[in-house]
């Protein structure tokens, strides 16, 4: 027996596969240079710089979209499989109808239910449940809005490190001095290190930096950190695909 959404649960798995990959790509990332530095108070101040060689954002930008489009081709898949359901036929601008508002949801609908394309129980399921517009269902609006801009241009990141820990320093006797669970306000970043006023110390060991990207200005999520946005997108695709299981087969299969 097949199935019931076979394509469009393998689209969410799919699109899981490239979160793995971004976080990954994020605990793995190793971007960030320190300086340390005496001024002529014998203040000693330490300095967070990126390294631009070290920072391929495109990368990420590229899981981001993989992620994005495989969430929205599974319910693109679902809606494709319901209009056949319901004993319509698909078309080739057949898409799970996303809007802005819920006044602009209602007349595809309605159009779609008189050319008995889908039935009422499906209608009634996206108007008052699924809610895909971005006042009822952020996070399904977002990803279609998202989704639309990664194709005309990369959705590169904008990548923070949240604090830094087992720094050390040296100084002219060769003693190590160890600075340990450094936060990080904001880049660039400089703070003066009040504990080693008067030594002459360079850098030993950089240490370990915990990171993360969030979406830039102008997009939805906007300064939010990226990864628990697409999992929450990928767990409202999941819940619709349920939703339509539920209402089309009585039944609901773990994703």
Known sequence: ???????????????????????????????????????????????????PTALPTEDA?????????????????????????????????????????????????????????????????????????????????????LNVRDKHQLLIPVLKIMNIWDVSFEDENGKEWPLNNILIADEPWTIRLKEFWGKNLKMKNKGHAASNIFFDIGFPFEGKPITPALDGIAKEVSRTVQAFETLLFGEIREL
């Not at 008995?116 to 609006?141: C, D, H, M, R, S």
Request: charged share 25%; hydrophobic share 45%; proline share 3%.
């Open 61 to 145: 930008a590229v899981m981001i979209g993989d992620a994005l489009h495989n969430l929205r081709s599974a319910l693109d898949i679902l809606w494709n499989d319901t209009i056949v359901e319901c004993g319509g036929t698909p078309t080739k601008w057949s898409r799970f109808p996303i809007r802005d508002t819920a006044d602009e949801l209602k007349a595809p609908l309605s159009n779609l239910l008189e050319k008995q394309q889908i039935e009422a129980e499906v209608q009634n399921l996206l108007l008052n449940t699924v809610k895909p517009y971005k006042a009822g269902n952020y996070f399904i609006w977002a990803l279609d809005d």
């Open 1 to 51: 027996m097949a199935e019931n959404f076979h394509g469009s649960k393998k689209k969410i798995q799919r699109a899981a596969k490239h979160m793995q990959d971004l976080n990954a790509w994020i605990e793995a990332s190793d971007f960030y240079l320190l300086s340390v530095n005496q001024d002529a108070d014998r203040n000693v101040w330490l300095t967070l710089f990126y390294d």
